[in-house]
């Protein structure tokens, strides 16, 4: 949770409703916003504080790409503790493709071929 970035809410210049959000990342001196919304965050807004915005698919791409035994044991442990309603690992996939994650869904598909 970040405290205390409300004073500098007036100096943003990306979309007056979210402005907080980047008020947010400045003051916890984060170098990354994740949003779908990134239309609402413009480079002019962003360069004078060396933040960056990413869709939550490209980010998982990049998380891929770091640490893939992680994020693929993480998403196999995802689909076991899915009891109500229990899912496939195909299932999880669709289901990460349809809630905007299609890039990200393909690629765990690829990197889990023929593994258990």
């Known amino acids: 949770m970040v405290d205390n970035y409300e004073s500098l809410v ?7 409703k979210d402005r907080h959000v980047l008020a947010a990342a400045v003051r916890s001196r984060a170098e990354l916003i994740v949003t779908s919304n990134q239309k609402d965050f413009p480079a002019t807004a962003l360069k004078p504080y060396d933040v960056a915005v990413q869709s939550p698919d490209d980010f998982l791409l990049d998380q891929l790409d770091l640490d ?5 044991r993480i998403a196999k442990e995802v689909v076991v503790d899915m009891r109500n309603p229990k899912i496939t ?7 990460l ?3 905007g994650l299609p890039l990200c869904a393909t690629e765990l598909e690829k990197r889990t071929v023929g593994v258990g």
């Open 89 to 95: 690992w195909n299932g999880y996939l669709e289901g």
């Open 97 to 99: 493709a349809r809630a």
């Open 68 to 72: 893939p035994s992680t994020v693929v």
């Open 10 to 16: 007036p100096a943003m210049t990306n979309d007056p």
